[in-house]
Nanobody, 126 residues
Framework: EVHVEESGGGLVQAGESLRLSCVASGFTFRTHWMYWIRQAPGKGLEWVAT?????????YYADSVTGRFTISRDNSKNMAYLEMNSLKPEDTAVYYC??????????????????WGQGTQVTVSS
């Protein structure tokens, strides 16, 4: 059975940091690309970051988080991470971890393909 679970969300003040974790099981983790997707209150899904399968040497970020967020993975633990620094109120959202077999953010966000977690709430106060 496939299982993806996020943790690490919470309430922080603007400028502070959080580290989100994602643990996965039930599929070959190392071969899957990992995504962080978020959904702010009343808005649609927004892609945040992607890391490629295998060694994870290729990373992509949305313009809104470039320079502040860092995605990483540890294949030995079947885990992915999102380090979030200099948080802003506009980063407030439910953050989802997604595993998908290829690097195709359109399929993940628009078609909701892949294995999705239940999400973790991040709230940034001003």
């Amino acid at each position: 059975e496939v299982h993806v679970e996020e943790s690490g969300g919470g309430l922080v003040q603007a400028g502070e940091s959080l580290r989100l974790s994602c643990v996965a099981s039930g599929f070959t983790f190392r071969t899957h690309w990992m995504y962080w997707i978020r959904q702010a209150p009343g808005k649609g899904l927004e892609w945040v970051a992607t890391i490629n399968g295998g060694g994870g040497g290729t990373k992509y970020y949305a313009d809104s988080v470039t320079g502040r967020f860092t995605i990483s993975r540890d294949n030995s633990k079947n885990m992915a991470y999102l380090e979030m620094n200099s948080l802003k109120p506009e980063d407030t959202a439910v953050y989802y971890c997604v595993a998908y077999v290829m690097g195709d953010v359109v399929k993940v966000v628009a078609q909701r393909l892949g294995y999705w977690g239940q999400g973790t709430q991040v709230t940034v106060s001003s």
